[in-house]
């Protein structure tokens, strides 16, 4: 059985789900993504869907249709509360 390191990666904004999403398949990592939404929200893009240069659309993305094709991810809803890196565990209010 291989090594794999363990990474929670809390909040899914863009810089996160880039990290998650160029190591999701990676066989060396398995990947906790933490956010209490199931959904990536950009606010950036208010004006340009204002100004209709963008789709409405474009404003927010479902995680699961981002994650599905990754192996080594899944989504845990909520918040982290606590980073417990001796035990390598995370704790959020649903565990």
């Given at each position: ?40 929200f ?49 704790r959020?209010?649903?565990?």
């Open positions: 059985m291989k090594n794999t390191e363990k990474m929670a990666v809390a909040g899914g904004d863009y810089t996160n789900l880039e990290l998650v999403k160029r190591s999701g398949n990676s066989a060396g990592y398995q990947i906790v993504l933490v956010d209490p939404n199931d959904y990536n950009f606010p950036l893009l208010f004006h340009p869907v204002s100004t209709r240069f963008k789709e409405p659309s474009a404003l927010s993305y479902p995680f699961r249709k981002t994650l599905r094709k990754l192996k080594n991810v899944r989504l845990q809803p909520g918040s982290l509360e606590k980073a417990i890196t001796e035990e390598n565990k995370i959020t209010p649903y565990n």
